[in-house]
C-alpha cells in the first residue's frame, strides 16, 4: 500500500521541491528559467524521440504488406505456370496416344488393345465407367472459437485417404480426387493446411470419383471401415459429407506415371 | 515557449530526416516515449506550482528513459519483457494521469 500512496499521491519528482527549497535557502528565486540551453536541447531531444518512434511504426506496415503482396503474387504465379505445364503435359499426352495408335494401326488390333489395357491399368488414360462420388467438405460457419488447437471441423489428409482405401477396398478400380487421378505413385499428403494429391494442393469440397462395380462397390462401401468412417465424420464433427452412386462418372489420366530406375527383376545388367 | 519551439523542431528533424531505428532499438522505443512523456508531463506541473528546474528536468528524462529501457531490457532477458514493460507504462501513466490533473488544476481551477 505504500507503494501505491506514494505513487498516487506524490507523482511529482520529489527532487523539484528539493532543488528549489536549496535555492530559496540560499536566497534565489525558487525556480530557474525555462528557456535555458539544457532544457531546450532535451526538448528538442524528445521531439526527436516521437517523431522517430510514431516513423518506425508507419514505415514497418507498408514493408509487410508489400511482402505479402509480393509473395502472393509468387503464389499466383508459379500456380499458373503448374497449371500450364500440366495442361501441355495432357496436350502432348494426348499427342503421344495419337501417334501410338497411329504408328500401331499396322501392327495389329491386339498390340492396341493391350496398350489400353496398360493405360488403365496404371492410370495413364482418362477412363469413364459406373461408381461412386463421395464428397467432404469442412463444417460450414466459422471456427469453434471454444475448441483448442485443431480445427475438429477441418477434413483432413487421413480422412481422406480413410475413404480412398476405402474404396480400393470395396473394389473400386479407379479413383480421382478433385481431378487428381491416383496412380501406383500417387501420395496423400497434408502440407499446412493444405491436402496434396499427387504432389498438388487440392481444396475443399473434397471429391472422391471411384469406378467399379454399380452393383457392389456402393454396398460393399458402406459396409467398410470407409463407409462407417465417413458416418462418424458427419456424425461427430459436423463434416458435410455425401456419397452418390452414379452410372457415368469419367476420370482423367494421371499427369504423372513415368518410371525411371525400376526394372523388371532378374532383367538387370 | 522555447521550450516549446524546441519540442516542435525535433519533431520536425525526425521527420525530415527519418532516421532508421537499429531493430534492436525498436522495443524501446514505446517505453522511451511513455518515460520522455511522463518528464514533460512532470516539468510542466513544475513550471505552474513554480518549482521547475532545468537540471532536475534533464536528469529525469534521461534517469526515466534509461531505467525503463533496462527493466524492459532485463525482462526481455529474463523472457517476461512484455510483462515488465506493461508495468513501467501502468506505473508511468499513473503519474502521467495525476500530474495532467494536477496541471488542469493550475490551469482551469477546476
Redesign the interface.
Known sequence: MTLINE??TR???P???A??AR?VAAGEP???????V????????????????A??VR?DAPTAQGVRAELIDQITERRDVVEERSRAIAARQQEIAGLEAASLAGAGASLTARLQRLGIDTGSSAVEGPGLIVSLADRPGPADPEATGVDQGKVLSRDVFIVVNGLWQSGAEAISINGQRLTVRSPIRFAGAAILVNFRPISPPYEISAIGDPDQLPELFAQSVGGAYVKSLSDNFGIVTSVTAKDDISLPGATRVSIDRARPLGNGS | MIPALGLLAGIVIGIVLKPDVPIWLQPYLPIAVIAALDAVFGAVRAVLDGIFDDKVFVVSFLSNVVVAAFIVYLGDQLGVGSQLSTGVIVVLGVRIFSNVAAIRRHLFSA
Open positions: 505513487m498516487l507523482p511529482l519528482d527532487s523539484y521541491a532543488s528549489a535555492r525558487p525556480h530557474t528559467s525555462v528557456g535555458t539544457l532544457v531546450t536541447l532535451t526538448a528538442i531531444l524528445i521531439g526527436l524521440l516521437l517523431a522517430v518512434a516513423g518506425s514505415r
